[in-house]
């Protein structure tokens, strides 16, 4: 990661909680230090996974909310 | 051609005047971010599934009683019910530690449904499973934190505040986590793909 931001910086910035002018900056030193760019595609690659390891409650779940919601 | 996404704000109003198709495409919108929230916290698929129908019964009495006020923030505000029942569960078990791995619980049981044929679904489906029980194994807090920001969709300032410690604190324990996650997908050489 670049000297002026820090790990935290970059976890901010990709959940947009990085107000201008930081953010401008961040995008900048990503766009531009190829050393960030590899850093911060581990840490996108790292986060999106997330997404994909999402699995649904079993239909009977929500068929008991539901249930629940009618009678309530 | 751009498809129109009813809000959760006009799902709860509909629900709330007595729509229950309205509350069936909440829970469908939100109910995989609230499972797998709860499936890493309890590290357990039957307490999940209770903790999950328990977190909607939630719901709909704060709905039906008019006291929701949490406007715009459904999501986050369903994850925090979810993990404080989590942790009221805890409490009820006795457990400092999140649940120890049981024979129950296998990697079998978090596997969905598929076509034996289908080869690749089913690698896949087993390194996203596999990733899945490697985030359960991360510290509490660390879990608490990449839940609530990712799936939960909370502020660090949010979090903070529903964990009772500093932003810079919820920020390193986010840090830590992915630091940890990393570490633990290098040292069980699961191959990430973009």
């Known amino acids: 990661m670049a000297p002026n931001f ?35 595609s581990k840490l996108v690659l790292s986060l999106g996974f997330l997404d994909r390891i999402l699995i649904d409650p079993p239909v009977y779940c929500v068929d008991n909310i539901m249930q629940y919601a009618r009678t309530a | 051609m751009r498809k129109f996404v009813t809000s959760d704000k006009t799902l709860i109003a509909q629900f709330i005047k007595g729509n229950q198709d309205s509350l069936n495409q909440l829970i469908k919108r939100h109910q995989s971010k609230v499972f797998t929230s709860l499936i890493i916290l309890v590290k357990n698929r039957d307490v999940a599934e209770d903790l999950f129908q328990e977190t909607f019964i939630k719901v709909i009495k704060t709905l039906k009683s008019g006291n929701y ?9 369903v994850i925090r019910i979810a993990h404080n029942l989590a942790i009221d569960h805890f409490r009820r078990e006795k457990r400092v530690q999140m649940v120890r791995d049981t024979d129950e619980y296998s990697v079998m049981n978090t596997l969905p449904f598929y076509d034996k044929n289908v080869e690749d679904k089913i690698v896949v489906d087993q390194i996203h499973s596999d990733l899945r029980k490697l985030i359960e194994e991360l510290p509490v807090e660390q879990k608490e934190v990449l839940i ?47």
């Open chain 1, 6 to 40: 820090t790990l935290s910086d970059y976890i901010r910035y990709i959940y947009n909680e990085v107000d201008f002018p930081d953010c401008a900056l961040i995008q900048r030193t990503i766009d531009t230090d190829p050393s960030v760019q590899v850093d911060y």
């Open chain 2, 69 to 77: 006020n949490e406007e715009g923030k459904f999501l986050p505000w």
């Open chain 2, 148 to 194: 609530m920001r990712h799936y939960g969709n909370m502020s660090f300032k949010d979090i903070a505040e529903t964990t009772e410690v500093s932003i810079n604190t919820s920020l390193g324990r986010m840090r830590y986590a992915l630091i940890n996650l990393r570490k633990l997908i290098k040292e069980h050489n699961i191959v990430l793909q973009a």
